[in-house]
């Protein structure tokens, strides 16, 4: 989860690159492997389970990796590093608040609802808890949200690679996109988050280098912290100073809006409902694993902030002027300038290919849930009803094809936003907050009724909506940034859709309890009585100590950086 401020539209044109030929063959080597992937996948793909779930037949730890590196997408990598250079030690709260807190609850709260209910995907579990009504809109909505959301990480990677290898924005859109559509074409979701393991070792090979020898190249974290305390006050390198209500600062928050806005809104409803990470979860062997996968992805997910704000940190520090025309570097240059300036030819090779591997995470993600949503949730329920499984398999690898061309053109789209990151960001706060309300109110509230989800939707999102483009952009309210109005927008979509769904419950007749099992919050179903497999009762594997572990660990972090 993110939301920095900065849009990598503009590289700087200095920034290029010395790539060799030794870069280069790291790169072919990686796209190799990639395609090996999507081959040997293939093989293992027999039914329509086992192309959109992988037959529910992973184990935790890589379920767990692929959670985590479906969301480490190279917009995040650029734009976590953007933020850090030019807000401080604040990119901390997207994760140890934006994120741990979140990932803790959909393991131990709602996976047991979605995997013990056997859906295949989210918006599948609206059709159980409420009806049709609420599962179309949501199904739609989510189809073309991925589709926008993988569209960004194609344009951001053009972008990059323009700027730092020359290649033209189209030719990086289509050879992305080509290697993309080919792996998940052949081995569907298996090959999908089999590369996506591959992905974050590859991620963490290009981001360790970066981070380490920056450090050096500063004298160290005291260095570091004493040139940034010189050049930007105490607060650069705190958490929490400066964000008292009423004080100004930058980023435009206070210590209220970061939990509320962040780290309950934004965040729970991106990582409870995204079905581009709740997939990985879904196609986990059992409910232990299942609930596992969020919970070891917490793990890294804690500690990769360092490998991305220490980078924007460094960068900060070695131009002090970044951001400025006094620089001629935008904070978006902060990790290609450090590639520039610290990697030799090999590492520099392995450093491009783990952006690439990044931007490719974050695109295959959203297309191979939307593929899932497109095919199990509106063509097979409305449109070509009770067609043998084998036909289902077809047409779900042929609206992978669409759906990567669809993306195509919304990569293009996306050059048309000064600020992409900003847009991404505001389209969380569009589709993933109002969706949340719905399930929270939904599993935690007996007496919501099967009509009430779908006006929860629909005035959630349209709330969100025209808080930003009506309330924000006119001017009729005054906030301080397109982050700080995502924030807004956010709160205000979740308060609407939730007063709405109590609205249309009072007035409308609840679900009969008996349909109601398994799906609210003090009711089980057969699927969350399953034994756990042989080893899953370990105390090592246990979710609550895995889960409050994260939680603890994520506050102790906080320590070093209050004070």
């Known amino acids: 989860m993110y939301i920095p401020t900065q849009s990598p539209t503009y590289l700087a044109a200095e920034l290029r690159l010395p790539t060799n030929w030794l870069d280069y063959t ?37 379920t767990g990796l692929a959670f985590i590196s479906a969301n480490l997408a190279a917009t995040e990598i650029l734009g976590m590093a953007a933020n850090s250079a030019q807000y401080g030690a604040y990119t901390v709260h997207w994760y140890w608040i ?121 004298g160290g974290w005291g260095g570091l912290t004493d040139k940034l305390t010189a050049a930007h006050g105490d607060n650069f390198t705190t958490a929490w100073g400066g964000t008292g209500i009423g004080h100004g600062n930058p980023l435009g928050a206070n210590w ?96 491009v290919t783990g952006l690439l591997a990044a931007f490719m995470a974050g695109m295959a993600a959203n297309v191979s849930s939307f593929n899932t949503v497109f095919t199990n949730d509106i063509w097979a329920k409305y449109v070509v009803k009770d067609r043998e499984d084998a036909y289902y398999v077809r047409f779900g690898r042929l609206i992978t094809a669409i759906g990567v061309l669809a993306s195509v053109g919304t990569a293009f789209l996306a050059s048309s936003f000064s600020n992409i990151m900003s847009y991404l960001q505001t389209l969380f706060s569009f589709f993933n907050v109002p969706m949340f309300v719905v399930f929270i109110v939904g599993m935690f509230w007996k007496r919501a009724s ?54 249309v419950s009072l007035f409308t007749k609840p679900k009969p309890a008996g349909e109601l099992q398994g799906l609210v919050y003090g009711t089980r179903s057969p699927g969350m009585a399953e034994a756990p497999a042989a080893g899953d009762d370990a105390w090592y594997r246990r979710p609550a100590l895995l889960g409050w572990g994260a939680v603890v660990l994520a506050a102790v972090c906080y320590i070093p950086f209050s004070f």
């Open 26 to 62: 790291i790169l072919a080597i990686y796209f190799v492997v990639v395609l090996g992937i999507g081959l040997a996948a293939r093989r293992s793909v027999r039914t329509s389970l086992d192309f959109f779930l992988s037959g529910r037949s992973l184990p935790a730890w890589i």
């Open 98 to 218: 934006g994120a741990i807190p979140a990932m803790v609850f959909l393991g131990l709260v709602m996976m047991p609802f979605y995997y013990g209910s056997k859906v295949r995907s989210v918006p599948e579990f609206l059709l159980l808890r409420f009806d049709r009504w609420a599962h179309l809109l949501s199904s739609v909505l989510f189809a073309f949200a991925a589709i926008l959301i993988a569209g960004v990480n194609l344009y951001a990677l053009a972008i990059v690679v323009e700027a730092l290898l020359g290649w033209p924005q189209w030719v990086a859109i289509v050879v992305a996109g080509f290697f993309v559509l080919a792996y998940i074409t052949l081995g569907g979701l298996s090959s999908a988050i089999y590369n996506e393991v591959l992905q974050f070792f590859v991620i963490l090979a290009a981001l360790i280098p970066i981070t380490i020898l920056g450090l050096k190249k500063v």
């Open 256 to 351: 209220l809006t970061i939990v509320l806005g962040l780290g309950f809104v934004l965040s729970f409803g991106y990582w409870t409902t995204n079905f581009a990470e709740v997939q990985r979860a879904l196609s986990a062997k059992n409910l232990s694993a299942a609930q596992r996968t969020p919970l070891i992805a917490a793990f890294p997910k804690i500690f990769i902030v360092f490998l991305v704000m220490i980078p924007g940190l460094v960068a900060a520090a070695l131009v002090p002027n970044i951001g400025t025309s006094a620089s001629g570097l935008q904070y978006n240059d902060a990790i290609p300038y450090l590639m520039q300036e610290l990697l030799p030819n090999g590492v520099l090779g392995i450093a």
């Open 450 to 503: 099967a009509k009430s989800g779908f006006w929860g939707l629909l005035a959630g999102t349209v709330t969100a909506m025209v808080n930003y483009f009506v309330m924000y952009k006119k001017d009729i309210i005054s906030i301080p940034s397109d982050q700080g109005a995502n924030f807004v927008s956010a709160i205000a979509g979740f308060v609407a859709g939730a007063v709405v769904m109590v609205a």
